[in-house]
């Protein structure tokens, strides 16, 4: 197995299995194409200028696996009080007949590596009820955060006017 760093050139395979690994997790695709379609527009210059950035694993020259990084600015915190970043692991995700062989455990040992590379001591996640045993596994602990969906129009207009 082969492992290489993403480039711009992945825009199409991260976008890929950043929806397959939503649609493994149960959505539907009346969400995840206009999501991808949004997210390909997003991941697009940060591809680009190397903000989005992680490793793809090739078997033979083929892509199997790929795991998605990046720093987020975040105010100091109990967890990392001296650094005003977080790493944040995303877009994690296993071709299904290259699952069970310890692939994403070995992405995710690369992406701490690249973090702490990059002077980062604390990272987050997402995790899908599929991925958590293997998250845990690795030491990684839930959170006291907490999310909620605001009805947002998909276009991304909100209904109120800002002098």
């Known amino acids: 197995?082969?492992?290489?760093?993403?480039?711009?050139?992945?825009?199409?395979?991260?976008?890929?299995?950043?929806?397959?690994?939503?649609?493994?997790?149960?959505?539907?695709?009346?969400?995840?194409?206009?999501m991808t379609t949004h997210f390909r527009e997003w991941v697009r210059p940060r591809l680009q200028d190397g903000s989005y950035f992680g490793f793809v694993m090739l078997d033979d020259g083929a892509p199997v696996a790929g795991i998605g990084l990046m720093l987020i600015e975040w105010p100091p915190h109990p967890e990392h009080p001296a650094s005003d970043k977080r790493g944040y692991v995303l877009n994690v995700f296993v071709e299904p007949a290259y699952r069970k062989r310890g692939l994403a455990r070995e992405l995710m040992k690369l992406a701490d590596d690249e973090f702490v590379r990059r002077?980062?001591?604390?990272?987050?996640?997402?995790?899908?009820?599929?991925?958590?045993?293997?998250?845990?596994?690795?030491?990684?602990?839930?959170?006291?955060?907490?999310?909620?969906?605001?009805?947002?129009?998909?276009?991304?207009e909100g209904g109120r006017d800002v002098p």
Not at 126 to 137: C, D, I, M, S
């Open 1 to 34: 197995m082969d492992i290489r760093t993403l480039g711009a050139h992945d825009l199409e395979l991260v976008c890929r299995h950043r929806e397959e690994m939503f649609r493994d997790a149960g959505r539907s695709d009346d969400v995840l194409s206009p």
């Open 119 to 156: 002077g980062v001591g604390y990272a987050v996640l997402h995790a899908t009820q599929k991925g958590r045993p293997l998250y845990q596994g690795l030491g990684w602990n839930g959170t006291t955060e907490m999310a909620k969906a605001l009805a947002v129009p998909l276009n991304g």
